[in-house]
């Protein structure tokens, strides 16, 4: 059995798929890279990208150039195909797969012996044994025997995904172990890890259980914020000395979770084991709710003001990055919108919101109350007297403690910081 893969189709070119394909394509995959939405399509085609990432530009203009990648809309013939398309969450908190069927049943027809189909989007434990298995054997080919299947989740960071693609460890499921080795002789051609091979179940379990530790703990260190707030202490004073500990890490509050994988992917947990999952669902509730208490918290500052303007600073979930997918910062706006505060709202990252997007003076400019929900490197370079120029009232609520609270406090302004309460004597 051969492997010498050469063409690729990779089905999905969002902020996964389209690294997978760009950074195949020159290691010398000839590669078509397969997305439903027209724009994407021809964005891609033009040497160009529709998301934000370092590097990513400049890998997919050589990609194009060199004629080694090409976007279209329907999955051509290939050796292998890697499906890497969104796995939402449902209004119910359970895993939608409708785009992981459709991709799965778009590639039957072009499916021979010995391909290999590999499953890249994070999915409940069971989904390549109980879902994409029964859909690729419809093409009359036996599963593990005549085409090979197995799951690789990715494990990047937003940010670094291009370097991680490549240096970061990989873990590899097959629905049998000639799919798993099948599957690491592609992996082998550019990942400079290390390769774990196991079967898809379990593989598709440790994806979730990467997510669902840092969400558990995210929730940990929002819980303990709350307390602080309570008991009028600060939760980064308390976190600084904690983590003085040799082993302790408490991680970060903030004002919720966000991304397309820790806010899901506990969920298809307790979607598989509601009674085993209890910690997570107490987890993924907590930090749920944190918008609401952000919310809460700046129409509280705001108390009293005549006809509020709320300037949000940050609508990403994350520093650094234009990726808004379940992002806290959406949620706390809604929230405000719904309560009738004026919002408005500036992101140097994003390009594509649900609210209009505004230059930073635009924003602060008659504002009463400054609310910083991401924790983008821009904003340490504002400066706190000319905003405090622009501003009607000078109240700021940082949920992120990124700013320099004695900075801000010499500008006039009165600085409130999530996880600190008042002072108790």
């Keep these: 059995m051969s492997d010498d893969f050469s063409a690729v189709c990779v089905l999905g070119l969002g902020y996964?798929?389209?690294?997978?394909?760009?950074?195949?394509?020159?290691?010398?995959?000839?590669?078509?890279?397969?997305?439903?939405?027209?724009?994407?399509?021809?964005?891609v085609n033009a040497g160009a990208i529709h998301i934000e990432e370092p590097g990513l530009q400049t890998v997919v203009y050589a990609a194009i150039q060199s004629g080694k990648l090409r976007a279209a809309l329907q999955p051509e013939s290939a050796d292998v195909f890697i499906i890497a398309v969104p796995t939402p969450l449902t209004p119910e908190k359970k895993a939608d797969m409708r785009f992981v069927i459709q991709a799965a049943e778009s590639i039957?027809?072009?499916?021979?012996?010995?391909?290999?189909?590999?499953?890249?989007?994070?999915?409940?434990?069971?989904?390549?044994?109980?879902?994409?298995?029964?859909?690729?054997?419809?093409?009359?080919?036996?599963?593990?025997?005549?085409?090979?299947?197995?799951?690789c989740p990715e494990r990047v960071l937003p940010g670094r995904i291009l370097t991680e693609f490549i240096a970061n460890d990989r873990i590899i499921g097959g629905i049998n172990p000639t799919s798993a080795e099948r599957a690491r002789a592609l992996y082998d051609r550019f990942v400079e890890g290390r390769i774990f091979l196991t079967d898809t179940t379990t593989a598709e379990m440790v994806k979730l259980l990467e997510n669902t530790f840092r969400d558990v703990n995210i929730a940990l260190a929002n819980e303990a914020a709350l307390i602080c707030e309570r008991m009028g202490v600060s939760f980064w004073e308390v976190a600084r000395l904690a983590n003085r500990h040799p082993r302790v890490k408490v991680h970060d509050a903030g004002p919720g979770v966000g991304g397309h994988c820790i806010s899901v992917d506990p969920w298809f947990l307790v979607e598989k084991a509601a009674e085993e999952s209890r910690i997570v669902r107490l987890a993924r509730e907590r930090n749920d709710a944190m918008p609401r208490h952000v919310a809460d918290a700046i129409a509280e500052l705001a108390e009293g003001v005549k006809s509020p303007k709320i300037a949000v600073l940050g609508l990403a979930y994350k520093a650094n990055v234009d990726d808004i997918r379940e992002s806290p910062a959406v949620r706390v706006v809604d929230c405000l919108r719904g309560r009738g505060f004026e919002v408005a709202v500036h992101d140097p990252h994003v390009k594509h919101s649900p609210f209009p997007l505004l230059s930073l003076e635009q924003c602060l400019r008659g504002a009463d109350c400054v609310a910083l929900l991401t924790n983008h490197d821009e904003f340490k370079a504002i400066e706190p007297r000319q905003a405090a120029e622009w501003m009607r009232c000078r109240i700021l609520y940082d949920t992120r403690n990124l700013l320099d609270v004695a900075a801000w406090k010499a500008a006039g302004f009165r600085v409130h910081l999530l996880g600190v309460g008042e002072t108790r004597h």
Excluded: W
């Excluded at 996964?16 to 964005?43: E, K, R, W």
């Excluded at 054997?137 to 299947?149: A, I």
């Design 108 to 151: 039957v027809p072009h499916l021979k012996h010995g391909t290999l189909v590999i499953l890249e989007s994070t999915s409940p434990p069971g989904t390549c044994r109980e879902l994409i298995m029964p859909i690729l054997e419809r093409s009359g080919l036996n599963v593990g025997g005549d085409v090979h299947l197995a799951y």
């Design 16 to 43: 996964i798929g389209l690294p997978t394909a760009s950074v195949l394509a020159t290691h010398g995959f000839q590669v078509t890279g397969v997305d439903v939405a027209p724009h994407v399509v021809d964005t």
